[in-house]
């Protein structure tokens, strides 16, 4: 303001010809009094600036020191990405506030110049708020606490630094923005306790209040919303919306239930997108369920394959996780070698993974499959090559008319919700432009072992595959009469701690007439991989 003032006052004396009245010289007298105030005033407010900009500078620093001790597997960790992410997008914006206020825009330039440059991309709004809602799946997903996960605490164990205030404000303001009042309410609360002990308060408890009451209100607590918005009215006088949202809770009680104790929070979980079989998929993904039905468990085995030719010389070692349907675990199909070479070729060619639109059999970005994936084509090397003739080799299917080897990289939460990878008789658009038909099993090569979560689940058979590096999940999308079989619905879980790398393979149905062609009655299915005998008989 006093620099306002100043360069007014200078702009005035320099209009009006000061070398013709000594009574202006004088007037200068008191200007030059003024200029010597704004100065030390100027001082006081860069000192302190400058300050605040040293502090950011060793927290940076710091942070950066800390990091590169743990090394790559410092962004594994989803609170530590979360972190990562805000303090390069609200920290880095309060950066920006402070030296702007210094006319600073060189400087600004030069860094905004520098940072559009670097092949390192840094990360915008929407990545911020994509972590947060990361962090309320996994939540969800894995029953995380509320109040430990904010603590850097996942499963009793301490793996990340603490969230501040503003920190766990910032989550529940991304879940208020997908209107998820469940989580809002949980997070916001957290915030406000945390903000108790903090000295100074990271985020205005104003802020907190009017957040937290609407997601009362949201959840059916109004009398709750109302004593919230009180306490805002109180605490914070000009505030624009208190007044009026006091007003707005009272005419919605009409005098009702206005006394007495507040009555008990009742924080109600939204819903799943209507998908009725959450329940069953969370407890999958945790490991709640037994992997083998107990009526299979004494009949699933291992055993060396040896059925062609070449794995006479090299037999593969089959795990047979269940029958009806057959899912089987290959064995060390993949090298690390192979392995590094598929994640080089892959990850510049990493894009956001895609689902096909049922009806117009577009490929689009969904909210529920989270992760980049590329296509690698059999003849960009000698490896790809090499683990398309083994998926034959292990599956006895024709892979002429296979689709590519698909790589894909599960990030931050990274899912995929349930689904199916064949075609159902209403999708009469999916794969049409391939002209293969319809996918008839599906191979999941784990390329990497998260430390938590990450696993594939098959909801409807109660069955849980948790990622086991160099080894390769498959199983028939179809029957042998050709129909889709619906028991195969899945899904990949959220990666809890660690990073997910799959590739994976589907097997079209054109091409397979001779290596499975149709049973002699409907319900015929296989025994284990190629086999075309009964299925054993049920305890």
């Known amino acids: 303001m006093r620099l306002i003032f100043l360069s007014s006052l200078l702009l005035s004396l320099v209009a009006a010809d000061l070398f013709t009245a000594i009574a202006d010289l004088e007037h200068m007298l008191g200007a030059e009094k ?21 502090k950011y500078a060793e927290e940076y620093t710091s942070r950066n020191l800390h990091a590169e001790n743990v090394g790559p597997e410092f962004v594994t960790n989803p609170i530590n990405a979360y972190l990562l992410i805000k ?83 910032e989550v529940g303001r991304a879940a208020y923005n997908q209107k998820d009042y469940y989580h809002c309410l949980m997070w916001m609360q957290v915030a406000l306790n945390k903000i108790e002990n903090e000295n100074p308060k990271s985020v205005e408890e104003s802020e907190i209040l009017e957040y937290l009451a609407y997601s009362l209100y949201q959840q059916g607590n109004v009398r709750r919303a109302l004593a919230l918005t009180k306490r805002l009215a109180k605490i914070s006088p000009n505030h624009p919306r208190a007044k009026g ?98 994640k080089e070729l892959a990850s510049p060619m990493l894009k956001r993974a895609t689902v096909q639109n049922s009806k117009t059999g577009e490929l689009e970005h969904a909210t529920y499959r989270i992760s980049k994936s590329a296509w690698l084509k059999g003849d960009l090397s000698p490896v790809i090559d090499r683990v398309n003739r083994r998926i ?13 080897l698909q790589v894909a990289n599960y990030g931050l939460g990274g899912h995929y919700d349930p689904h199916f990878d064949f075609a159902r008789k209403e999708e009469k658009n999916a794969f049409k432009t391939l002209n293969t038909g319809n996918r008839i099993a599906t191979v999941l090569f784990y390329m990497s072992q998260p430390e938590r979560g990450g696993a594939t689940v098959f909801n409807q058979l109660g069955t849980a595959v948790f990622p086991s590096k160099n080894d390769a999940l498959f199983w028939y999308n179809l029957k042998r009469s050709g129909d889709g079989d619906l028991r195969t619905r899945h899904a990949a879980c959220p990666v809890l701690l660690g990073v997910k790398w799959v590739s994976n393979k589907w097997i079209h149905e054109r091409g397979q007439e001779f290596t499975r062609p149709c049973g002699l009655h409907e319900d015929v299915q296989e025994n284990f991989i190629g086999d075309l005998a009964p299925l054993p008989n049920d305890p």
């Open 392 to 404: 034959e080799e292990f599956t006895n299917l024709n892979q002429k008319t296979s689709e590519e």
């Open 87 to 169: 303090r390069l997008t609200t920290e880095w914006k309060k950066v920006e506030n402070i030296m702007l206020n210094n006319r600073a825009e060189g400087f600004i330039k030069n860094i905004t110049e520098t940072r559009s440059k670097s092949l390192v991309k840094f990360p915008g709004e929407d990545d911020l708020s994509g972590a947060a809602v990361a962090l309320l799946r996994l939540q969800d997903t894995y029953k995380l606490d509320t109040a430990d996960l904010s603590n850097g605490i996942i499963g009793g164990e301490k793996v990340s630094n603490k969230l501040n205030g503003h920190d766990t404000f």
């Open 245 to 342: 949202n006091v007003k707005w809770y009272e005419d919605m009680l009409q005098g009702k239930d206005m006394q007495g104790d507040l009555p008990p929070i009742v924080n109600k979980r939204v819903e799943w997108d209507g998908i009725v079989e959450r329940d069953a998929y969370e407890a999958l993904c945790r490991g709640e369920i037994p992997p083998v039905e107990p009526k299979w468990a004494h009949k699933v085995h291992c055993y060396l394959k040896r059925d062609r030719p070449f794995l006479k010389l090299a037999p593969i070692k089959v795990e047979i996780l269940r029958y009806d349907p057959l899912a089987v675990l290959f064995k060390e199909v993949i090298s690390d070698s192979e392995i590094a070479v598929i």
């Open 34 to 54: 003024g200029v010597a105030n704004v100065i030390d005033d100027y001082i006081v407010a860069e000192q302190k600036r400058l300050n605040d900009l040293r």
